[in-house]
Nanobody
Framework: QVQLVESGGGLVQAGGSLRLSCASS????????MAWYRQAPSKQRELVAL???????NYADSVKGRFTISRDNAKNTVYLQMNRLKAEDTAVYYC??????????????WGQGTQVTVSS
C-alpha cells in the first residue's frame, strides 16, 4: 500500500504565496509522474501541474508563470510553489502519484486533498 500525505494549504490574501507538499510512503519501488490537481466547488477536477520522473514539467495555462512544481526523489516528495495567488485559485488541491509498486506494475494514488482559499 502507498500513502500520499499533503500539507501546506490554508487561507491567504490575493497576491500572496503558499507552498504545498506531498510526501509518499509505503510499498514504493519507484515513482513515475507526480502531479497536482485541483477541484473548485461545482467544477470538475483539473490538472494544475505535472512533473515527470526526469524532471520535465507541464502546467495549466491558468497557472503558468505563477506556480512551480518540483520534486525531491530522495524524499519521495512533490511540491507546488504558488505565487501571486488569485481568488480563482481557491480549490481543494490533490496530489497524484504514479507509483511502480514493483518492476512493470504501475498504479495511481491520490492524496486526501488540502484546501487552498484565496481571499480577494
Amino acid at each position: 500500500q502507498v500513502q500520499l500525505v499533503e500539507s501546506g494549504g490554508g487561507l491567504v490574501q490575493a497576491g500572496g504565496s503558499l507552498r504545498l507538499s506531498c510526501a509518499s510512503s509505503g510499498s514504493i519501488f519507484s515513482l513515475d509522474d507526480m502531479a497536482w490537481y485541483r477541484q473548485a466547488p461545482s467544477k470538475q477536477r483539473e490538472l494544475v501541474a505535472l512533473i515527470t520522473s526526469g524532471g520535465s514539467t507541464n502546467y495549466a495555462d491558468s497557472v503558468k508563470g505563477r506556480f512551480t512544481i518540483s520534486r525531491d526523489n530522495a524524499k519521495n516528495t512533490v511540491y507546488l510553489q504558488m505565487n501571486r495567488l488569485k481568488a480563482e485559485d481557491t480549490a481543494v488541491y490533490y496530489c497524484n502519484a504514479r507509483v511502480f509498486v514493483r518492476l512493470g506494475m504501475r498504479r495511481d494514488y491520490w492524496g486526501q486533498g488540502t484546501q487552498v482559499t484565496v481571499s480577494s
